[in-house]
């Protein structure tokens, strides 16, 4: 019966027990509420109901009665904010090393990008049992990643990065969405996300001949001439890039800030929005003159000056399921 007519969606991601467990508790309280106020409606008209030669006597009032029923819902409703709270937490935040994939959404299609350089458009396939962290933009308007079987929704914004995380554990092909109106195709903005048996995703990842996104930033890093200020070996005109993701960076206003995609991607486009301390703003904006998908690939490089040497086993997957 379950079959033809299923109460949830898949459950595919290790989010999906924690958010449906939640979920069911908020139903079963509201229905047994629900039980107890009409049963309790109903006995009272009942009991209470009017008879000749009665009368009704005012009460004034009871202390006991009164934090009774004050105290056990506020209880209630600590157990519901408590246990929201750490589906919330573990929903955001996303576990250290999780395969990275860049997501650019547009005017209607989700456009993807793995580490190792592989693209992709309204598909995504991820290998099971990995932890899969999305870094996401958009080209435009506010849109919104959602794929009900893993419980997540993100909503997916223009000009800044938001990050969404899953734990795929089960193989299949699961409904993406877009969960945010925007504009005539909104309905049409789906795809799907495939999740693969690790061996199976290898193959997959083995057809095509992709460079990874970091050496493509490393490119395009070159060609725009970035690599004549921010050198490797010397100082430059401007900060050694070395090391610097994820770590606090000393402002020239004396402010400390941490250096995470959207520290970089503002670096990138307003230069002068963040002066590294010492440095003088002599950058040029880069606003107009690159796509997102570009920046993906810059900050991919930038990245990857800060972890292990050699970029095509850094965060990517290829990498992590090739271990047993
Ligand atoms: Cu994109 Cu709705």
């Known amino acids: ?30 229905a047994l509420m629900s039980v107890l106020i009409f049963t309790t409606v109903a006995f009272f008209a009942v009991r209470y109901r009017h008879r000749k030669g009665q009368h009704a006597e005012p009460i004034e009032g009871s202390h006991a009665l009164e934090i009774t029923w004050s105290v056990i819902p506020f209880c209630v409703f600590m157990v519901f904010f408590a246990w929201g ?28 990008e793995h580490m190792e350089g592989q693209r992709e458009i309204n598909e995504l396939h991820v290998p099971l049992g990995r932890d899969v962290k999305m870094i996401m933009t958009s ?4 849109h919104s990643f959602y794929v009900p079987a893993f419980r997540i929704k993100q909503d997916v914004l223009p000009g800044r990065y938001t990050v ?32 693969m048996e690790p061996k199976d995703y290898e193959a997959w990842m083995g057809g095509g001949g992709s460079q990874p996104l970091s050496v493509t930033g490393e490119l395009l890093f070159n060609q725009l001439g970035c690599a004549t ?26 402010r400390t800030v941490i250096a995470d995609e959207d520290y970089i991607r503002e670096s990138i486009l307003q230069p002068a929005a963040k002066i590294v301390s010492g440095f003088k703003p002599v950058m040029p904006t880069f606003q107009g003159q690159i796509s997102d998908e570009q920046l993906n690939a810059l900050i991919a490089y930038v990245k990857s000056l800060s972890g292990p040497a050699s970029p095509s086993v850094g965060k990517g997957m290829a990498a992590a399921t090739a271990q047993p």
């Open 1 to 30: 019966m379950f079959q033809s007519m299923p109460l949830w969606p898949a459950r595919a991601s290790t989010l999906a027990n924690d958010v449906d467990a939640l979920y069911i508790f908020l139903i079963a309280v509201s």
């Open 85 to 112: 709270a750490k589906v919330y937490f573990s929903e955001r935040k996303p576990p250290q090393d999780s395969a990275e994939i860049y997501t650019v959404a547009k005017q209607w299609m989700w456009k993807f």
């Open 139 to 142: 080209q435009d308007v506010i």
């Open 164 to 195: 969404a995380w899953f734990h795929p554990t089960r193989a299949g092909t699961y409904h993406l969405f877009c969960a945010e109106y925007c504009g005539t195709s909104h309905s049409g903005m789906v795809g799907s996300v495939i999740v």
């Open 229 to 254: 200020c921010h050198r490797k070996e010397t100082q430059g005109r401007g900060p050694s890039l070395i090391g610097i993701y994820n770590r606090p960076v000393l402002l020239e206003d004396g």
